[in-house]
């Protein structure tokens, strides 16, 4: 399996566009996670969907903020409109089981000017 | 809610150590508990993955330890070698039941090894 995949890999945009990151699960996997890392507040849990379904999403900062997982294969995290302060890098993470192992995928880093 | 701790926030040491890297939790009704290293500019690795009910994991030269009672984990690394050096982090997941998963992180342990 080539692991959890995440596009892009960068992303530079101005303050007020809509910034959309996607993320391809390892096959299988039933958990879909999103993350943020900042330097400030380290890795923190945006969402997460069990089955296509988000079961938390108290960890969205604003709801600028919003994920979809329309099939097993695919989500999205979309911010309308950017900011700077969402600069971060956005990771996506997959498991197969409640507390089975996270995998997760290499990162988008997102800068907005 | 619970807090997870990683002493200390960055470590040096020489190729050929043998070291401890900790992690310490606020609240014991943990799930299981994840160690993870991050290489610069790149995602998380999994390294090790502990049950609740199992008290340590091993896999190559590292040894991952668990006492939920005290709220502690450890994660030893036998001969370090330069390319060990990374951030590594542990994260834990609540035992709440249901669908609770959030997996809670530390904010890592620098480790260089020099050569």
């Known amino acids: 399996d080539a692991g959890v995949i995440q596009s892009p890999r960068h992303e530079v945009t101005e303050m007020g566009q809509e910034v959309t990151l996607r993320c391809k699960p390892i096959s299988g996997h039933d958990y879909l996670f999103w993350y943020r890392q900042t330097m400030m507040r380290g890795l923190e849990l945006l969402i997460y969907?069990?089955?296509?379904?988000?079961?938390?999403d108290s960890g969205m900062p604003e709801d600028r903020f919003s994920a979809k997982m329309p099939n097993a294969s695919f989500s999205t995290l979309k911010i309308q409109p950017s900011e700077p302060r969402d600069s971060a890098v956005y990771f996506c993470a997959s498991s197969f089981r409640r507390g089975h192992e996270q995998f997760f995928g290499p990162g988008t880093r997102l800068t907005v000017l | 809610k619970q807090e997870v701790t990683q002493i200390p926030a960055a470590l040096s040491v020489p190729e050929g150590e043998n070291l401890v890297l900790n992690c310490s939790f606020t609240d014991s009704a943990i799930y299981n508990l994840q160690w993870f290293r991050q290489d610069p500019g790149k995602g998380l690795t999994s390294l090790l993955l502990?049950?609740?009910?199992?008290r340590e994991q091993t896999s190559g030269r590292l040894n991952a330890s668990l006492d939920k009672s005290s709220g502690r984990s450890t994660l030893y690394i036998a001969a370090s070698q330069p390319g060990d050096s990374a951030t590594y982090l542990c994260?834990?997941?609540?035992?709440?039941?249901?669908?609770?998963?959030?997996?809670?992180f530390g904010k890592g342990t620098l480790l260089t090894v020099n050569p």
């Open positions: 502990i049950q609740s009910s199992q």
């Open positions: 969907f069990n089955n296509n379904v988000p079961i938390d």
């Open positions: 994260a834990v997941i609540p035992n709440s039941g249901g669908s609770n998963y959030k997996l809670t």
